[in-house]
């Protein structure tokens, strides 16, 4: 079947930003990134796409997380027309690990540095796939939303968990 994967963000003000994407049978690719406002009601689309539904909205700017290859991402901030700067990249072994936070001065989020993995299989007779285990360490950032050098706030180790796709 066909499905809508939705995340949207509030303003003080009330515009809404919005991440959606057509969900088809296990396929999902990019989101449509848009807003409205009560001011001004009706859809505004803007010219670029994101990785996921993940969205954040403050200051008359987005934040959100966009494909760059199919093994690159980047974190950005645009503004209402759809110019988007960079905040943050990642490429193996570095991953943005889960979801972000932004609110119009400061921007944060979260790494993961993958430094080894294996693959973990039971024994014949256990009816458990094999799963693949990574260890690493996650860290956490904030960075000023006009640009500089990302902070690091934390470092947090992982020890041979379950990989996360």
Do not use: M, N
Not at 7 to 35: H, N
Not at 77 to 82: N, R, S
């Amino acid at each position: 079947g066909i499905d809508v994967d939705l995340g949207f963000a509030l303003q003080r003000d009330g515009k809404v930003a919005v991440s959606y994407r057509v969900v088809a049978i296990a396929q999902a690719g990019p989101t449509t990134i848009a807003w409205f406002s009560p001011s001004a009601p009706r859809v505004h689309v803007l010219p670029l796409h994101g990785s996921d539904t993940g969205i954040r909205i403050a200051g008359d700017r987005i934040a959100l997380a966009r494909y760059v290859t199919r093994s690159a991402s980047v974190l950005v901030v645009a503004d209402l027309a759809g110019r988007a700067r960079p905040v943050a990249r990642f490429a193996s072994p570095v991953r943005l690990r889960g979801r972000f936070d932004f609110d119009g001065r400061q921007i944060t989020w979260a790494s993961d540095r993958v430094t080894s993995t294996r693959v973990d299989c039971p024994p014949p007779g256990q009816e458990r796939p094999c799963v693949r285990r990574e260890t690493g360490v996650t860290s956490i950032w904030i960075r000023s939303a006009a640009g500089g050098v990302p902070r690091l706030i934390a470092r947090l180790p992982f020890d041979d968990t379950i990989a996360r796709p």
